[in-house]
């Protein structure tokens, strides 16, 4: 009886979380699109690094972390967007050649990067691109090219797992092969660890190892230097930014926010694209109006529900 009563209490403060978090959002939209004419005025200097993982047709059912999944036909009217409204699209490795001339960019600058170096990248992402004759920027665990296993953390999406495995020749790993053919398109590649760990959980010299490792396969692979790397989870300290400088990366992206000449070349700052947005929500995200969200509002939120769930884990 007891048991029962703390079930549906347990119960009703989950629905409670997701409404609250539905609410949230409707107002943060709400925000957004107020601001929006402002933002676009103001920030057109600042380069926004829009961070994209999957770019699959996955159903609605299997789609439970809806921001590492992109519909094709999404991911292209994001493209057509972003080449017939004026937007200068370049890499990572072109945003650091502005920063080594200390040269601004011109406004309006985007880098489009996917993380992580699934197949459907090049099956579905690159054909994009190249048609908008855009170059993307693509973060690779190095360990998993040319495997025929399904990447280990999909044992955390339950749902996308049971869909990958039907569908295998999208999500496994990228071929030397597909990396070639990109890289000769003009695409830029950069390391995402060997085995997709954290570097704020690992010590030193495994770090070391990671970080080196991966940068010498893919300068194997390319035949020249790779200088951008992309911290596995967004997880970044002190120390984690130290060993990417002295592994000889002259560049990392971690989680959300936009970013100027000035900003921390260690600690670049993302825009997530997910499934659930818009073309008008993308148009919001690309211009501006969620900077104040993802650099100051949003990681405060998740700091509370943290602190909330431990809490609730406590009791
Ligand atoms: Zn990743």
């Known amino acids: 009886m007891i048991s029962g009563g703390r079930?549906?209490?347990k119960c009703f403060e989950l629905i409670e979380m997701r409404i609250l978090r539905s609410l949230l959002h409707i107002c943060v939209d709400f925000i957004s699109i107020v601001i929006h004419p402002l933002y676009r005025l103001l920030s057109g200097n600042k380069v926004r690094i829009l961070c994209y993982h999957r770019v699959y047709d996955l159903p609605e059912a299997n789609d439970v972390m809806s921001f590492l999944n992109?519909?094709?036909k999404a991911f292209a009217w994001q493209m057509e967007f972003l080449s017939q409204n004026g937007f200068n699209v370049i890499t990572l490795d072109e945003f650091i050649e502005y920063?080594?001339?200390n040269m601004k960019p011109p406004p309006k600058t985007v880098i489009v990067t996917l993380d992580d170096g699934y197949r459907d990248n090049y099956l579905n992402a690159f054909p994009i691109l190249a048609k908008y004759n855009l170059k993307g920027t693509f973060f690779i665990v190095t360990d998993y090219i040319d495997s025929d296993k399904i990447f280990h953390w999909l044992k955390l999406e339950e749902k996308s797992l049971a869909h990958a495995q039907d569908n295998r020749q999208y999500w496994l790993p990228l071929r030397r092969e597909e990396i070639l053919a990109m890289n000769a398109q003009?695409?830029?590649?950069?390391?995402?660890?060997?085995?997709?760990?954290?570097?704020?959980q690992i010590d030193e010299s495994s770090a070391m190892e990671e970080l080196r490792g991966s940068k010498q396969c893919l300068e194997g692979i390319l035949k020249k230097p790779v200088a951008c790397f992309g911290y596995p989870y967004g997880d970044i300290n002190k120390s984690a930014k130290n060993w990417v400088q002295v592994a000889g990366y002259r560049a990392a992206v971690t989680k959300w926010g936009s970013n100027t000449l000035k900003s921390d070349f260690f600690e670049l700052r993302r825009v997530p694209i997910g499934s659930q947005d818009s073309l008008a929500k993308f148009r919001r995200k690309v211009e501006g109006a969620y900077d104040w969200w993802f650099r100051w509002v949003l990681p405060f939120v998740i700091l509370v529900e943290q602190i909330i769930s431990r809490g609730q884990r406590r009791e």
């Open 70 to 72: 992109v519909p094709p």
């Open 7 to 9: 079930h549906f209490c």
């Open 99 to 101: 920063k080594g001339k």
């Open 186 to 200: 003009g695409a830029c590649f950069g390391s995402h660890t060997k085995s997709h760990c954290s570097l704020t």
